[in-house]
């Protein structure tokens, strides 16, 4: 309506955040039933609201016709966040958000044109994600038998050629046994310094893996994927395990990377930031390395960071990247990597 001086007004209205994030008692308030009389309710939600909850009041839903999905990229061998027309199914659920306890409207901010491109369903999890560790945790429960047999009988089974290739990515990993091929000169029984080629070759002749190696075993009891596992063991071996698990905290936290943008590029203001601006290759390991300066944060800086974390909206990032780091670490000592230490750590930035 209108109010004085002609400007235009907005009845009150109580904003409610619902994903996946939001602490418990904010989901809760998102749900509650709005007083009669008492401000419009509006939530803004995720697809966390599709299915499995009800808000009773519900009379209008809007719907972007988006939705972000994590799903291996297999250029830079993480796991992102990629937002893609949603499904027929997903847009179906939507709509069944209102119109169960009274009448509701539901308003597609799509064209006709996008709904017939999108998808009847969503790909299962399993189909775009990264295999690796999938294939890792197969082996295991194999037990001498066939890890792709295993994962060719699940309900939504994966591609055998995305299952192939995660087993030659382990193969030249060393993490699992070619029965084809013989641990190379110089290495133990165990493979854990294999010749890749040989071990590709021995996969692709069809006769596979026979379980995993000792660095396979190590490698499935770690959160994240087996070549972000690996360069972890060996930074631990090389000293720096405080770094590495920087590193490895960042590479497996969605949007992880944007913390690098936090932190100050100053050298007498943070440690690591020099060394990471004239030592990465490129910008993208620069700001990798920027990443795991904040993960690693520490005093000072470790305030400013997050609250320039809470400003940039990075604050769920920021305290999950930290949270994995930690648990990287108890890992690590229960496995008996214990950190070495130096009269003078190269990078103090990492050493809390």
């Known amino acids: 309506g209108e109010g004085g001086g002609g400007r235009l007004t907005s009845p009150p209205m109580r904003v409610h955040l619902l994903h996946s994030s939001v602490p418990l008692a904010s989901q809760r308030a998102a749900l509650e039933q709005s007083t009669a009389g008492g401000p419009r309710k509006v939530v803004l939600a995720t697809s966390i609201a599709e299915t499995s909850i009800t808000i009773p009041d519900a009379s209008i839903v809007i719907d972007a016709g988006r939705t972000r999905v ?70 295991e429960m194999a037990a001498g038998g066939s890890a792709a047999a295993l994962l060719a009988a699940t309900p ?65 009891s770690l959160p994240v994927e087996p070549d972000v596992g690996r360069m972890l063991l060996l930074g631990c071996l090389l000293g720096e395990e405080p ?15 944007a913390l690098a943008a936090l932190v100050p590029r100053d050298a007498s203001s943070y440690s690591s930031s020099s060394w990471a601006a004239s030592s990465a290759a490129s910008s993208d390991a620069s700001d990798l390395i920027l990443a795991a300066a904040a993960v690693a944060g520490r005093g000072g800086a470790a305030a400013s960071l997050a609250a320039a974390a809470g400003a940039a909206g990075l604050s769920a990032e920021l305290a999950l990247a930290r949270a994995v780091r930690l648990d990287l670490r108890r890992r690590l000592r229960r496995h008996g990597f214990a950190p070495l230490r130096r009269v003078a750590p190269r990078h103090e930035a990492f050493e809390s």
């Open 156 to 220: 939504d089974p994966p591609p055998a050629a995305a299952v192939a290739l995660a087993g030659r990515r382990l193969l030249a990993l060393g993490a699992v046994r070619s029965a084809a091929s013989p641990p190379a000169e110089g290495c133990d029984e165990e493979g854990l310094l294999p010749e890749a080629a040989s071990r590709e070759q021995g996969y692709s002749s069809g006769r596979g893996s026979t379980g995993l190696t000792a660095l396979g075993a190590l490698l499935a």
């Open 243 to 257: 770094l590495a698990a920087s590193l490895a905290a960042v590479l497996a936290t969605p949007r992880a990377l």
């Open 70 to 139: 994590s799903a291996w990229d297999a250029a830079s061998r993480v796991s992102a966040l990629r937002t893609e027309l949603a499904s027929a199914d997903a847009a179906a659920q939507r709509a069944g958000r209102v119109g169960r306890v009274g009448p509701g409207t539901v308003y597609r901010l799509y064209s006709r044109a996008a709904a017939a491109r999108r998808a009847a369903a969503a790909e299962p999890e399993i189909v775009r994600s990264s295999l690796d560790g999938l294939f890792l945790q197969a082996e």
